[in-house]
């Protein structure tokens, strides 16, 4: 009993220790918790962690000092940066404004059915005068199919006797996000086999039935060669196909893919660019055309010559991305995560949260008479006139919040004619629907405008950026500015300092920098025959830019180990990502330990003069607000490690 016991005791007295004062600054303090969230948020890689956190917290510090002196400067009271604030604050609040468990159940249930793909059909009968029959007839297709006790045919034969009559069809194999969120709920609750229950929507009534399942096949990238026909001539079919054959034949004796596309294809939108096709998974094309491409099975494999309602095609696999197995696929998971949210069902989410805010923000419907409301909606609308009707004006309050906000009729009016998609006229109809959604956006933006207060994770990133932003402004204005202006700071920091500006091996240098290799074996060819750099950049400008300077040996772009000598033109280096091409010509070279003058060091100089000029004003920052570690709450945080 006595280790479970202590093992307790230690996790809460690094718990309570987490919630004790870390260090002061002043008048200021630091809890631990605090300093471990940013610390945890911005910790590299380090064999001793001991000493990479003492070293964050020097850092930490400093940071804290820093932006201390941006507060007494009020900086946090500019113009400029209150508007940066707000725009942050902009873009990060929808993040916090909808229920994440929620979310990631949603996510989690995506993942799962992108995991396979199921063949499913429907049986669909339109809305009818007699709805009563229209579901009878609907409900005995159903029937029919949980019973399996005839045919498919005879099952329709039977039902389509008299009007209206139902529709059968295939939709191939479907995955998820490939139909709306209602009816992938259906087809993915279903067994191999099983048929649902009728499925009403405002068009009629729907039965889906599952016939079939596989893993998910995942997105394909192909090249195809389409030989169009219109579905039904005979003759041209046959020339058609034949032709089809003929280019299968040049391509199994090595004819080139996309050179014979742009010769044969008849799909002008990607013919010219060799017959390639955007990436596409399950449920964007014609079924018998998903059916072939799935079916090959490595990079660069051709198909046959298959026939489909547009004519005959010739398909060649370029590329393939399986659907991952886990969700450690980082850029896979984002975009399910897009997906999710341009998706209707991440509506659930989205009504979940209002539910679950309108207590916090006291929310309160007023007893308004609905009828008089909607009439005098009509009269602003209509004929652009505030009236009274019974106890309802423009200043009606409809709801509260426990903020001592309101919301009025005169609200409500400007919520209608923003959201005017029909003519006024037609718009009274759509009334309670619409007072539905302005209740919950009403709610969402009070909510949104106290969420500093109803979740520490929003305030805690508000106050980071915030403090972020002052400790850039007050360094520009109080090191970096400073810096580079002070020219006689500069200089005599210089003078100070000369023996650490020092060449390493170095070369008076022309760097030129080429669109792509054929650039620049062409500049390389003009500086052999004796053009100088100077005319070449004149005559090329759009391919070719060029920089002359003294470099050191290292800063000199060079393909793998070089023996520099003057006059040596080096190879191109080229750049894997954009295709473009650097090489110099060595004009002149120099040894080591040469002393650099101001102006070559002048970069580096300013660099040192920031840090010089950065520990000064720490240092007095230090003795305005004199800093106390909590050596044994520090203690405790380094035994957490």
């Not at 889906?208 to 169009?228: D, M, Y």
């Not at 505030?386 to 309101?406: I, R, W």
């Not at 029909?422 to 959604?437: A, T």
């Not at 003294?550 to 080096?570: A, D, K, S, W």
Request: glycine share 4%; proline share 4%.
């Amino acid at each position: 009993m006595k280790k479970p016991f202590l093992v307790c005791l230690f996790t809460f007295l690094i718990s309570f220790s987490f919630g004790q004062t870390l260090f002061t600054y002043g008048n200021h303090s630091v809890s631990a918790s605090e300093f471990l969230k940013a610390y945890n948020k911005n910790k590299t890689s380090n064999a001793d962690s001991s000493q990479a956190m003492r070293s964050y917290l020097d850092l930490y510090i400093k940071f804290k000092l820093k932006v201390q002196a941006a507060k007494d400067m009020r900086l946090d009271t500019l113009p400029s940066l209150k508007a940066d604030l707000q725009n942050f604050r902009s873009q990060v609040q929808s993040n916090y404004l909808i229920d994440q468990k929620e979310v990631n159940r949603l996510m989690d249930e995506a993942f799962t059915r992108s995991q396979k793909d199921i063949h499913a059909l429907y049986y669909f009968i339109p809305t009818a005068s007699d709805t009563t029959r229209s579901y009878q007839k609907i409900y005995e297709v159903y029937q029919q199919l949980k019973g399996d006790s005839q045919s498919d045919s005879a099952t329709l034969s039977e039902v389509n006797i008299d009007q209206p009559k139902v529709e059968k069809s295939d939709l191939g194999y479907i995955t998820v996000f490939s139909l709306p969120y209602q009816f992938e709920n259906i087809i993915y609750s279903l067994k191999p086999g099983q048929a649902s229950i009728p499925y009403q929507t405002k068009k009629g009534w729907y039965v889906f039935k599952n016939i079939g399942e596989r893993p998910a096949v995942g997105k394909i990238t192909l090249s195809q060669i389409l030989f169009s026909v219109p579905d039904g001539f005979i003759i041209p079919r046959q020339k058609t196909k034949r032709l089809a054959d003929s280019v299968y034949n040049l391509l199994m004796t090595g004819g080139d893919f996309a050179g014979l596309a742009k010769q044969f294809s008849n799909d002008q939108s990607t013919a010219m660019n060799g017959g390639l096709m955007p990436e596409f998974g399950t449920a964007k094309y014609d079924s018998v055309f998903e059916d072939r491409a799935f079916a090959l099975t490595k990079d660069g494999e051709v198909s046959h010559p298959f026939e489909t309602q547009f004519g005959y095609h010739i398909i060649k696999r370029m590329s393939a991305s399986p659907v991952p197995a886990t969700k450690n696929d980082e850029a896979f998971m984002n975009n399910l995560k897009q997906e999710v949210f341009n998706d209707s069902r991440i509506n659930i989410a989205k009504q979940k949260f209002i539910k679950e805010i309108l207590p916090k923000i006291g929310f309160k419907k007023m007893p308004v008479n609905e009828n008089d409301l909607w009439r005098v909606s009509d009269s602003s609308l209509i004929v652009n006139k505030n009236v009274a009707v019974g106890k309802v004006n423009e200043n009606t309050t409809l709801f509260a919040y426990n903020n001592h906000s309101s919301i009025k009729v005169r609200d409500w009016i400007l919520y209608l004619r923003n959201n005017l998609k029909d003519s006024p006229e037609k718009m009274h109809d759509r009334y309670p629907g619409l007072f539905s959604q302005f209740i919950d956006a009403s709610a969402l933006n009070n909510y949104a405008s106290r969420l500093e207060k109803f979740n520490p994770a929003f305030k805690s990133q508000l106050e980071e950026f915030e403090e972020g932003n002052m400790l850039f402004e007050v360094m520009q204005r109080k090191v970096w500015n400073k810096a580079s202006e002070d020219t006689i700071g500069l200089r005599r920091y210089y003078n100070q300092h000369k023996q650490k500006y020092s060449w390493n091996s170095s070369a008076e240098a022309v760097i030129f920098s080429c669109t792509d290799k054929e650039a620049a074996d062409n500049s390389i060819r003009q500086l052999k025959s004796g053009k100088t750099w100077k005319e070449i950049v004149s005559e090329n400008a759009a391919q070719v830019h060029a920089d002359s300077g003294r470099y050191e040996l290292g800063q000199i772009p060079v393909v793998g180990r070089t023996n520099f000598t003057t006059g040596l033109i080096t190879l191109p280096v080229i750049n894997k990502t954009d295709g473009t091409a650097t090489f110099a010509e060595i004009i002149k070279l120099y040894p080591a330990h040469q002393q650099r003058d101001f102006e070559d060091a002048r970069g580096m100089v300013i660099n040192d003069y920031q840090n010089y000029l950065d520990e000064q004003w720490v240092a007095k920052l230090r003795k305005k607000y004199p800093v106390k570690v909590n050596e044994k709450v520090l203690s405790d945080l380094l035994k957490s490690k």
